[in-house]
């Protein structure tokens, strides 16, 4: 069953030198209980369609398309049902999320505090399902009591988990939830997630540089160039036998878990990626593209099937698609 699906979402902020297109016609679907991962370089949106999926973005962003969730439209919900739909529904673990824990209340109270609101457990019960979450990720429940500055980032960021999981919700989104942490603790923290996630049948959405790390946590593998979604399909074909040449690259870019040589850029890729304000004219990728061909810098490209329940928008997987 579907839980969640992104039909042409786009995503424009308005900056004193213009507008920024930060996410451009993405369309994306998501089972119940299952993973999926999106990659890109920086700045290429990711974030920016995290928080589209539960309206956290700024107010100079202007949103496009319909997110449903569970059938719902998130774009038009009324206020107080999206405020129910946060946490109870989906929530999401912040990019370096750990630093966003309130430094002078305790852990406990602020684990407490989603379930509280929502009205999930009476003020005595919730100490117990606190416990009971601070245990689910590994720590003991005495860790209730201590402030966030006598945890290491480890520790913190399982807080931030077991605070996603709070009000039981049918969908987590990680936004790079172990970038800020050293390569040991990364992979403990992502097992961590990859078995909450499967244990009680939650979707996940993860969205890293990393693919290597998002070809062993999920299902699925959505890559974005640019705001646009370049390539999708099963996580273990994308990752060995990329379509695109963009996923290519960021496939040869990554080849260990954890790995800190990781975050450098994707192998054989020169140059930057576009400023979105300023993007190529033809398929956004042709400037560095190592395979481009003389139409691409016109070429209006689309995602053209590249398999079974694959997709890639490059002209190549379009001539073997008309080929075949
Ligand atoms: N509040 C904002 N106002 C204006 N532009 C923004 C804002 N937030 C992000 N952007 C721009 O939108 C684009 C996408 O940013 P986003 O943070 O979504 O990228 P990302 O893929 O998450 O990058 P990273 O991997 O560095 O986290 C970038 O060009 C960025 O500069
Ligand atoms: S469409 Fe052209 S430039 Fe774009 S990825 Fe394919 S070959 Fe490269
Ligand atoms: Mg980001």
């Known amino acids: 069953m579907t839980l969640l699906e992104l039909d042409d979402v786009s995503v424009t902020y308005r900056i004193a030198a213009g507008e920024v297109p930060a996410v451009r016609g993405v369309s ?4 119940s209980g299952a993973a999926l991962g999106v ?23 202007r949103v496009g398309g319909r997110i449903l969730l569970d059938g719902e439209d998130v774009l038009t919900m009324k206020w107080g049902r999206l405020r129910a739909v946060r946490w109870a529904e989906a929530s999401i673990v912040f990019q370096g999320a750990q630093h966003g824990l309130n430094a002078v209340r305790r852990i406990g109270d602020q684990i407490a505090e989603p379930i509280l609101v929502h009205g999930l457990a009476k003020p005595d019960e919730a100490a117990k399902r606190v416990a009971e979450l601070l245990e689910q990720v590994g720590l003991p429940a005495w860790r209730a009591r201590s402030y966030p500055h006598e945890l290491s980032g480890g520790q913190r960021q399982r807080v931030m988990i077991a605070m996603a999981l709070a009000c039981s919700p049918k969908l987590i989104i990680a936004d790079e939830p172990t970038t800020a942490l050293d390569v040991m603790v990364q992979a403990q923290v992502l097992t961590l997630i990859k078995d909450l996630v499967a244990e009680h049948g939650i979707s996940l959405i993860m969205i890293s540089h990393d693919l290597s790390v998002l070809a062993d946590v999920c299902d699925r593998l959505a890559v974005m160039y640019a705001g646009r979604l370049v390539e999708h399909g099963p996580s273990l074909e994308v990752f060995h036998d990329a379509r695109h040449p963009y996923s290519k690259a960021l496939a040869a870019a990554f080849p260990t878990v954890g790995d800190p040589v990781s975050r450098l850029a994707p192998k054989g890729l020169g140059g930057d990626p576009p400023d979105p304000m300023h993007l190529p004219a033809g398929c956004p990728f042709h400037p560095r593209c190592p395979v481009a061909l003389e139409e691409c810098s016109t070429l209006d490209v689309e995602l053209w099937p590249a398999g079974d329940r694959r997709a890639a928008a490059c002209v190549h997987v379009r001539s073997k698609e008309e080929a075949s």
């Open 28 to 31: 994306l679907s998501l089972d």
């Open 39 to 61: 990659a890109g370089e920086s700045g290429s949106g990711k974030s920016t369609l995290a928080m589209a999926l539960l309206r956290l973005l700024p107010r100079d962003a």
